[in-house]
């Protein structure tokens, strides 16, 4: 798919069909996701693969405990429905402080890529600034080594539905020629 | 281009060519970066587009004055070189805790539409966690009100010549099934 239509349809995905996403996909999709830039090239990222439903309910519990109140409205529940849920984490020593830039960056490749194959994803985080609860639950859960971090869960699937278009804010109310 | 072939290609650019990017491709690609996800879909991003040169000059300098001791192989001068460059910033009330993560998905989107138009781009930050002078610099040089931060700096032009591709990590050691 062209790559303006992959980013002008995707939306955010929380409904799966219940129909599998083969592990030769996923593995397309990861080598198109480990092809984002990262500081110094240090190509940090490791991708942890989940289809075990008791790790993606658990994942799904991890996520509703450590919601925010004003994200509420947005359970995660639906993550032990998709077929496959990838935790994007990267090698802390590697990223050359920039652990969330490098795991974020590759995750929009995962989701663009999901996409152009007619995929669904959604980005959730694997991390809360300032409340390192969420993390230390998920790297407990995937066995992550201390020298890794978890930075994104991005479940993956075929959708059960597809979204309207979404309403978007007016370009030119964001875009300041020179000064802001 | 198709996506993937984009992913493919894309690589960090750091020279550029003396012919301009014009007015409406810049807003074409702002239009494509404004279209990532976003946390409680905020849509929270600014562009702050510069092409005057003493303002390019500025924003290299502040990029080298603040530069980490072990990153200053990479110095930021190019930035006055680039035609265009592009100041990615988030409204902090539209972004729900999650400024760095829109910020960088947008300016993902960025970096793949400039590469499927032939164009070249290279992701920079704007801010350093725990160092807030690069980011206050940053503002105090485009007049960012308080309530938004700049994220991400990204040059964008035609490529002066293309870098080969480059050498990646094999993808079987980054990918770990059910548990890392």
Avoid at 54 to 74: G, S, V
Wanted: charged share 25%; glycine share 4%.
């Amino acid at each position: 798919m062209e790559l303006e239509r992959a980013i002008r349809l995707r939306r955010s995905i929380r409904h799966f069909a219940a129909r599998d996403v083969s592990p030769a996909v996923v593995k397309r999709l990861l080598d198109l996701a480990r092809r984002a830039p990262s500081s110094m090239n240090g190509q940090p990222w490791h991708f942890v693969v989940v289809r075990d439903p008791a790790t993606k309910r658990a994942l799904a519990d991890i996520k509703n405990r450590h919601c925010p109140p004003e994200k509420k409205a947005f359970p995660a529940d639906f993550l032990a429905h998709a077929p496959v849920v990838v935790v994007i984490c990267v090698d802390v020593e590697r990223s050359h402080d920039r652990e969330l830039e490098n795991g974020v960056l590759a995750a929009g490749h995962l989701l663009l890529a999901a996409r152009a194959r007619g995929l669904g994803a959604v980005y959730l985080s694997a991390h809360t600034a300032g409340r390192p609860a969420l993390r230390s639950d998920v790297k407990r859960l995937l066995a992550i080594p201390a020298a890794v971090d978890p930075v994104s869960i991005v479940p993956l699937g075929h959708p059960a539905r597809r979204p309207a278009a979404k309403a978007l804010r007016e370009l030119r109310t964001m875009i300041h020629d020179e000064r802001f």
